[in-house]
């Protein structure tokens, strides 16, 4: 992951993947997570995924490897995403995850 990114975008993330946990529960549960790479649709899965607060921040953790993507990296994706690192948004019921470092979006419904 890159650098921290501004403490405004780190509130509202945080308030985001707050919200979503707050719809979904604390469990993995298995989602539809999409991946959009720069502009093309690269997965489109159920995969588990799981919010967890750590007080000053929120993680959203990704099991790549459940569903079969042992190489998730090499795609430049990540095992798990802080709101201290990457925004986030939650809206119609689907959290959106927007890495700075890479042309990813990840949208969990």
């Known amino acids: 992951m890159s650098n921290r990114i501004p403490i405004s975008e780190q509130l509202a993330s945080h ?8 719809d979904n529960g604390t469990l993995v549960l298995p989602k539809n997570v999409e991946v959009v790479k720069n502009g093309k649709l690269i997965i489109n899965e ?8 750590h007080n000053i921040y ?9 569903a079969g993507y042992s190489n998730y990296r090499d795609l430049g994706l990540y095992g798990y995403y802080s709101t201290s690192y990457v925004q986030m948004s939650y ?3 689907e959290l959106r995850i927007k890495p700075t470092d890479n042309n990813i ?5």
Request: charge should be negative.
């Open 58 to 66: 929120m993680r959203v953790d990704i099991m790549w490897e459940d």
């Open 91 to 93: 809206h119609n019921d």
């Open 105 to 109: 979006e990840i949208v969990i419904k």
């Open 46 to 53: 159920q995969i588990p995924v799981a919010v967890s607060n």
């Open 15 to 22: 308030n985001a993947a707050l919200d979503y946990r707050n």
